[in-house]
């Protein structure tokens, strides 16, 4: 089989168990933005926030570690496995442990009034996540996403329908936010069951030089997983601690960020893309890496994801009226405003992901460090600066400054070492004929919303039908090499 049709497929799969969960999630939004005023959706937002920094740390890069020698000792999978997984338990039993004991001075030095239990349960959620990581990453990279997909859509449905449960027929205000954290420990505990085959024959394992070789490896996938969290959840944090009082009139800072945090799920579109294409594309560049056409390959997966990013845009932007329904409460829609920069930023991050293949391949992982960190520090000035002055869309400023210059830096310095012939004048026309056409159908002003979004719709596929135009003989070319 064509390998970019067979990377699609897996693609398409690894969507049903990665955007199809998110997409559940996502639609979780209508019940807590009616359930939740924008300070009590702040809390949650907070939270999850730091928490996504400790899952960084709780995994240690051990997943792409675990990628890289499971596949250059094939024969080895299941040592290497052990090893992953005891690292992995090791550390996020120790930090869960921690958090539990210390849940109350923990949630002090958050300010989070009464938050010492909503701590402990995410110590809880986490510990979950970071014990079936590796097992997930396994079925990943033996080429199961069916099996990846049942257990993630099996997850959100049980999360959707406890928090549908909780809010809506078991609703008390004296719980409130914590009815979110518990449906989300209860509906992690399906993973465990699902893994028991495996998790009752690992065995703990470390071994004196594959453990420490695969140490020192995730190591700086680590550091550059905490610095790219700084890159997507820093502002989540900051918007707390920089934003002026009274910068909204007669709000705080609390409220700023729940609805900041609301409108950021509608990056979700995007984002689910990215991390779909992802999933399959990691284990798909390291197992074509030794390929004497793998450049040109790489190419041509990098320009066709630009494409598809570029339609998506394109069809949330221009419909964000008739998407606006899924906001509970009329007072979340003023930060809808930032959606289309937040679909550009997260285009850019897929692209920073596309152009890093380079140094994994070749084992400079050090270089992802570097980029990264770069982003997080321009991140951490760009929301410092423009909060004071713009609010939440400073922070989304940010974000854009932030993997627009990832993705540069990562291509340019990419070149010298594994050269790769990017299309980058055609996936920069793309990119800018998305931003210009959602910025030009958005312009005229309907006095009937149905005929707003009757227009928007038929705009977008014009759109569609125009990328289809200009790349029909490329994709008719890759369907008879298939």
């Known amino acids: 089989m064509n390998p970019i049709k067979k990377l699609a497929g897996e693609t398409i799969l690894y969507g049903l168990g990665t955007i199809v969960p998110r997409v559940f999630n996502f639609l979780l939004l209508p019940l807590h933005t009616a359930v939740f005023q924008p300070d009590d959706y702040g809390v949650i937002t907070y939270l999850y926030a730091i928490a996504a920094f400790l899952n960084v740390v709780y995994l240690w890069g051990m997943e792409t570690a675990y990628f890289r020698f499971a596949t250059r000792e094939p024969s080895d999978n299941n040592r290497i496995f052990n090893i992953a997984l005891t690292t992995v338990i090791i550390i996020s039993s120790t930090i869960s442990l921690l958090l539990i004991l210390f849940r109350k001075p923990v949630a002090h030095a958050l300010q989070i009034e009464n938050g010492a239990r909503y701590i402990a349960w995410l110590a809880g959620i986490m510990w979950i996540d970071a014990l079936v990581a590796i097992p997930?990453?396994?079925?990943?990279?033996?080429?199961?996403?069916?099996?990846?997909?049942?257990?993630?859509?099996?997850?959100?449905?049980?999360?959707?329908?406890?928090?549908?449960?909780?809010?809506?027929?078991?609703?008390?205000?004296?719980?409130?936010?914590?009815?979110?954290?518990?449906?989300?420990?209860?509906?992690?505990?399906?993973?465990?069951?699902?893994?028991?085959?495996?998790?009752?024959?690992?065995?703990?394992?470390?071994?004196?030089?594959?453990?420490?070789?695969?140490?020192?490896?995730?190591?700086?996938?680590?550091?550059?997983?905490?610095?790219?969290?700084?890159?997507?959840?820093?502002?989540?944090?900051?918007?707390?601690?920089w934003l002026p009082e009274n910068f909204y009139p007669g709000h705080d800072a609390r409220y700023a960020l729940g609805i900041f945090g609301a409108c950021y799920k509608y990056a979700v579109f995007m984002n689910l893309a990215v991390q779909a294409f992802r999933y399959a594309a990691e284990p798909f560049f390291f197992s074509h890496?030794?390929?004497?056409?793998?450049?040109?390959?790489?190419?041509?997966?990098?320009?066709?994801?630009?494409?598809?990013?570029?339609?998506?845009?394109?069809?949330v932007s221009a419909n964000l009226e008739a998407l606006r329904f899924l906001l509970g409460d009329e007072q979340y829609y003023e930060g809808l405003v930032i959606v289309p920069a937040l679909l550009l930023a997260y285009l850019f991050l897929g692209v920073y992901y596309n152009f890093s293949v380079w140094f994994k391949i070749t084992d400079k992982t050090y270089f992802g460090t570097i980029f990264t960190v770069g982003g997080a520090l321009i991140t951490v000035v760009a929301n410092y600066l423009l909060i004071p002055l713009y609010g939440y869309m400073g922070s989304t400023a940010a974000a854009v400054l932030c993997y627009a210059a990832m993705a540069a830096a990562c291509y340019f310095i990419g070149q010298k070492y594994f050269p790769v012939p990017y299309r980058l004048s055609k996936s920069i026309a793309f990119i800018a004929s998305a931003l210009l056409f959602s910025y030009v159908i958005n312009q005229p002003e309907f006095s009937d919303p149905w005929l707003a979004h009757i227009f928007h719709a038929a705009a977008t596929v014009i759109y569609i039908a125009g990328v289809w135009l200009i790349e029909r003989n490329n994709l008719k070319q890759l369907k008879r090499a298939a």
């Not at 990846?148 to 449905?157: G, P, R, S």
Request: contains cysteine; positive net charge; charged residues 15%.
């Open 136 to 241: 997930f990453a396994r079925l990943r990279l033996e080429h199961k996403p069916v099996r990846f997909a049942v257990a993630k859509i099996i997850n959100v449905i049980l999360l959707v329908l406890l928090n549908v449960y909780f809010l809506l027929y078991r609703y008390n205000e004296q719980i409130g936010v914590a009815y979110v954290f518990i449906a989300n420990l209860l509906a992690n505990a399906i993973f465990i069951l699902f893994f028991i085959p495996w998790l009752v024959k690992w065995r703990p394992q470390l071994d004196g030089t594959i453990s420490s070789d695969m140490f020192r490896y995730a190591t700086p996938i680590m550091l550059t997983g905490i610095a790219g969290m700084t890159n997507e959840m820093f502002s989540r944090i900051t918007l707390s601690w």
């Open 289 to 315: 890496a030794a390929n004497k056409q793998a450049p040109e390959l790489f190419a041509r997966v990098n320009h066709y994801f630009v494409i598809v990013c570029s339609v998506i845009l394109v069809a």
